[in-house]
């Protein structure tokens, strides 16, 4: 099992910039694929970007590519998401999520955090 959590979102200007984080529970954080997706009002929710164990590949959606960049620190149990040019339609609830290599999808979420930005 892993509990994740969630922090740093917050209201912030068209064209400022947020970095959010998620904590991870579990001491073989490193061999898990993270992402982060998120769910704007009225609308589905969709994957903002994904990065596998180690220093492996990344992932990005178009909406994002440029503008946010997923980390993680491997040795704090840590995933970041740093998001700049943040547009209005960025506004949505972000939420953390992991998955065991080989697993076709994330079996692990946290509750989510609220980013909003106005125009």
């Known amino acids: 099992q892993v509990q994740l959590v969630e922090s740093g979102g917050g209201v912030v200007q068209a064209g400022g910039s947020l970095r959010l984080s998620c904590a991870a529970s579990r001491r073989t954080f490193s061999l898990l694929t993270m992402a982060w997706f998120r769910q704007p009002p009225g609308q589905e929710r969709e994957i903002v970007a994904a990065?596998?164990?180690?220093?492996?590949?990344?992932y990005y959606a178009d909406s994002v590519q440029g503008r946010f960049t997923i980390s993680r620190d491997d040795a704090k149990n840590t995933v970041f998401l740093q998001m700049n040019t943040l547009k209005p339609e960025d506004t949505a609830v972000y939420y953390c999520?992991?998955?065991?290599?080989?697993?076709?999808?994330?079996?692990?979420w946290g509750k989510g955090t609220l980013v909003i930005v106005s125009s």
């Open positions: 990065a596998s164990r180690g220093k492996g590949a990344t």
């Open positions: 999520a992991a998955k065991r290599a080989g697993d076709a999808s994330y079996d692990y």
